[in-house]
């Protein structure tokens, strides 16, 4: 589980710093929104997915070697396989040998002599670490502390989720379509989640209560509940990362430049209005972390996102270099599927008895009887605990005082106690020395359970009574727990608690710094870590005075104490618009200078190259990538003396070197931006490639056309094919178009077969561009259009002139069209009810001319029929287009009789309305 999580959180970290050094200022919103929930996805399951073997980096494991080796006589050994067990932890190694349970007689000691060969045994040769004892140990409450923190987050997710529907459904709204705008009270920041809007009316004025609500409908018009969601159980999983809340902001924050982009589109907003609107709803008092809101904090960066410059469209190389990185990530820490299949081996290798195993959290009852072997160092004695039952196999330890113990029995078999408020073990066997072995059986105290339970610890499950005699919870350490205020205390806490000791002093240090209310896992997470007070104290004067706790965790996690911090100061760095105490970075930022293992050296060093007063976000995408002063002297030394930071960024992403640089110098492309370097090497242009098409006689080359050539495919090839059919001087532009619409060799044959000989690259770029086909050109000539011209065929084309408008033009009448007849009709939107439309009311053989006009004038039937109704029976199309120009009506004419105006004369009207409007 544990590399899992870790996996994930890699994974989580690398998309995001990908994300910051290649997306974050790029205006794809949409596409930046698409590729920040695909990895947040991706980081969960790609772990999941076995590599191929051909592919994995990882290098296969073999099974361990097996050898026959004779029986050696030595010290006790005991059969203890792995445990498969969820409450127990792997002991360092096994060996498959017969049960040898403790007596009096059995020897202690390793003999120097080899007995007699015994039947050969089953062996595994394995190395075994002298720390396996402790780390696993570690593992174990790392394991614990995590999910206690799953737990908590988790709870705090849930509650955000109550706590937005009690006060959509108790509080009064109103319903705007599938909106429901419900009204809050007080100063709060609107905000959405669902169909829900949150918004206090009284606050604002009209238009930016309605820029409110426009912004907020985008939100949930375009689902942001979802990406925000899935923010958040990504928190749940992964809290411990402090790249993944890095993560759920950049999240956050590219929703609201894409709602920004979004409610500017609608024309009757302005730019300036609406940024003014901004700066008066943007208030401190957040809403809950689960809604789409107006963040203060992010509110510069919108503005100045919403004036950006719109990202270029050759700029899109960035997003698929994630493709290739994702694929490296997954071969080099996925399973290779040769082994992620494969059942996990349970070798069998000889265990020390007098190497301490771990201690376990929770015991069975099967593991409160069975063997012991002890070594006595000094006023300690660690002392093993084993099954001597091969059904039941286990193993643990721990060390105690040897003041604790009664006589201990010295080169003879005897019996000794050692008694706790949980219970007593009786111990059977001898001492040799230092050395000792035997069995031993526990018996709980009944009395103690039930006063762990009178304290309503309710959870105790049977055989957690050895637990809590091994790491000696009493009953003293659980009042004083309480008198210090962790009274609802589970089995767990109190086991954890007193397994880490965390005492009544170090809780007392740590409130007297200011820590009063922290829980159960923010002292168990202090004291696994070692927070003392003395590192806190160190923290506070390295200007850190109001940090919190959890901050605290993390810097002590991340070995960030004060003389980091002071070279940090030392080197002026700050964070992403985000300061703590006296102007000092916030705690969030020193985390992730330490995490890029940023320190005052390597600023120094950029500094004595010209790179001074680095902002946050860029000083971390240099280090990311490697980006050292060598690498920046590199390029000054060849003419490249102003790079900005983006421009190294992109030139290390890609591999870009001097050399590389020079290689096209030799070739006569002098000064070279980055922009075209960057494109260059994207696409893959090599110095083959430019010498192969320059071999191939294409013409005007320059580097923005070679990267444009092998973006869209241009091989020397394809321009010799093209050469071959009669395309002999292209240039570098013809050949790049003529590619990029997929024009081929056997298409510009199809053509000249159809009668198109004197072809030129742009009309059959044109012709493929819009789709023209033999097929098509075909059609057309066969329902009687000849004689068509490329450009002719182009426009059929591209307005949608298919042969069936034609045959229905011809069905009403209208025979021998032109293209150019056909281009007009479709254009205007003239079908042929249309014409028969008019038909009807007397205007036969009316010519494409009188159509388009009276397409183009939005003369109607009605309009037509409301002048003859009132007496002008032969009206003319050239009087009605007039009439309608100025707006003459059938109302008009009536309106003008009735003021005694009266005239059989359509014109004399039109003439009466053009003297009035003059």
């Known amino acids: 589980m544990i590399p899992y999580i870790l996996h994930v959180a890699l994974l989580i970290s690398v998309c995001l710093l990908f994300y910051k050094l290649l997306l974050q200022k790029e205006t794809f919103y949409r596409l930046n929104r698409i590729i920040l929930v695909c990895c947040l996805a991706l980081a969960f399951v790609l772990p999941l997915i076995p590599i191929p073997q051909q592919w994995a980096l990882q290098i296969v494991q073999k099974p361990a070697e097996t050898v026959q080796q004779p029986t ?68 174990k409450w790392l394991f614990y502390l995590y999910w206690i923190g799953v737990a908590a987050f988790g709870l705090n997710l849930l509650l955000q989720f109550i706590v937005l529907l009690f006060q959509a459904y108790t509080r009064p709204f109103i319903r705007d379509g599938k909106f429901r705008i419900v009204e809050l009270s007080g100063e709060k920041a609107p905000c959405s989640f669902g169909n829900n809007i949150f918004i206090n009316p009284e606050k604002y004025d009209w238009d930016t209560y309605s820029q409110i609500l426009l912004h907020e409908k985008i939100h949930i018009a375009q689902r942001h509940s979802f990406d925000i969601i899935m923010a958040e ?5 992964q809290w411990f990362n402090p790249f993944a809340w890095l993560y759920r902001k950049e999240v956050e924050n590219n929703l609201e430049f894409l709602t920004d982009d979004a409610v500017l589109e609608h024309k009757e907003v302005e730019r300036q209005s609406y940024q003014m609107s901004l700066l008066k709803v943007s208030a401190p008092h957040l809403s809950l972390g689960i809604t789409t809101n107006y963040n203060q904090s992010l509110l510069k960066r919108r503005i100045l996102m919403m004036n950006a410059k719109r990202s270029n469209i050759h700029i899109m190389w960035k997003y698929f270099f994630l493709v290739p990185l994702l694929g490296v990530l997954a071969c080099a820490l996925n399973s290779p599927m040769a082994t992620a299949s494969a059942k996990p081996a349970s070798p069998m290798v000889k265990i020390n008895p007098l190497v301490t195993p771990n201690v376990k959290i929770h015991f069975g009852n099967d593991e409160t009887e069975g063997a012991w072997f002890a070594t006595i160092k000094g006023e300690k004695v660690r002392i093993e605990f084993k099954s001597d039952d091969e059904d039941h ?33 009786l111990f059977t066997g001898r001492f040799e020395g230092n050395d000792g072995y035997g069995h031993y059986k526990f018996t709980a105290d009944k009395d103690f359970v039930a006063y762990l339970k009178s304290q309503g610890i309710n959870d105790i499950e049977d055989g957690d009574s050895f637990a809590f005699f091994v790491i000696n919870v009493t009953k003293e350490y659980l009042g004083m727990l309480q008198r210090n205020g962790y009274k609802d205390l589970s089995k767990d806490n109190l086991i954890s608690m007193a397994a880490l000791k965390v005492d009544e002093p170090y809780i007392k240090a740590l409130k007297e710094h200011g820590y009063n209310d922290l829980s159960v896992n923010d002292l168990v997470s202090g004291k696994a870590l070692h927070v003392t007070p003395e590192y806190i104290q160190e923290i506070h004067n390295a200007g850190y005075k109001s940090i ?39 705690p969030e930022a020193i985390s992730s200078y330490k995490a890029m293992n940023i320190d005052s050296n390597y600023v120094h060093s950029l500094a004595a190259v010209g790179y001074k007063n680095i902002p946050f976000n860029e000083l971390t995408s240099l280090k990311a990538l490697n980006i050292t002063p060598a690498f920046i002297k590199s390029f000054k030394d060849i003419g490249y003396i102003n790079l900005s930071v983006n421009n190294l960024t992109e030139l290390k992403s890609l591999g870009i070197t001097p050399a590389y640089v020079q290689s096209y110098k030799a070739m006569g492309f002098k000064d070279l931006s980055v922009n075209s370097l960057t494109n260059l090497k994207a696409v893959g242009v090599t110095s083959e490639y430019i010498k192969a098409m320059q071999a191939s006689g294409v013409k005007d080359l320059s580097v923005n056309h070679l990267s444009n050539m092998k973006a869209v495919g241009v091989t020397p090839e394809y321009v010799k094919s093209m050469q071959a059919i009669g395309f002999k001087d292209l240039s570098a532009n013809s050949v790049e ?89 479709k254009a205007m939107g003239i079908t042929p009810d249309f014409v028969k439309e008019f038909e009807a009311i007397g205007f036969k053989d009316m010519s494409v001319n009188n159509l388009n006009e009276l397409k183009a004038m939005n003369i ?17 199309i050239n009087q009605l287009s007039s009439a309608k120009a100025t707006g003459v009506t059938p109302q008009y004419v009536t309106e003008m009789r009735g003021k005694g105006f009266n005239s059989d004369d359509l014109e004399k009207y039109i003439r009466l309305k053009n003297a009035f409007s003059n």
Do not use: C
Not at 233 to 237: N, W
Not at 403 to 411: E, G, N, Q, R, T
């Open 72 to 139: 050696i006589t030595a010290q006790p050994v005991v059969n203890v396989p792995q445990s498969t067990q969820s409450n127990t932890l792997p002991v360092q190694a096994e060996v498959k040998q017969p049960v040898t349970k403790a007596s009096p007689a059995a020897p202690a000691k390793v003999s120097p002599v080899i007995a007699k060969a015994a039947p050969a045994v089953q062996q595994s040769i394995v190395p075994v670490p002298p720390s396996a004892p402790v780390l696993p140990v570690v593992l």
């Open 233 to 237: 159980l990504m928190l749940v999983l």
């Open 737 to 825: 178009n003529m590619k990029a619409v997929g024009v081929t060799p056997e298409y510009v044959k199809g053509l000249q077969q159809m009668g198109f000989k004197d072809l030129t690259a742009n009309g059959v770029q044109n012709m493929k561009a819009v789709g023209v086909t033999p097929e098509y050109i075909k059609s057309l000539q066969d329902v009687g259009l000849k004689d068509l011209s490329l450009n002719g065929v182009s426009n059929l084309k591209a307005i949608g002139v298919t042969p069936e408008f034609v045959k229905e033009f011809e069905a009403i009448g209208y025979h021998n069209l032109t293209a150019n007849n056909l281009n007009e009709l």
């Open 393 to 425: 196999n286990w193993s643990s330890s721990s060390e105690f005082n040897l003041s604790d113990f009664s006589a201990l029995p010295k080169d003879k078999k005897g019996d000794f106690t050692l008694k706790r408020e949980a219970g007593s073990i």
């Open 548 to 586: 919190s706790f959890n901050e605290l965790i993390s810097f002590k996690a991340q070995h960030i104490d004060g003389k980091y911090i002071a070279g940090i100061k030392k080197a002026k760095l700050k964070g992403d618009n985000d300061e703590g105490d006296d102007h000092m970075p916030s």
């Open 860 to 876: 109607t039937p009605e309009y037509i029929k409301g002048f003859k109704d009132i007496g002008f029976k032969d009206v003319t």
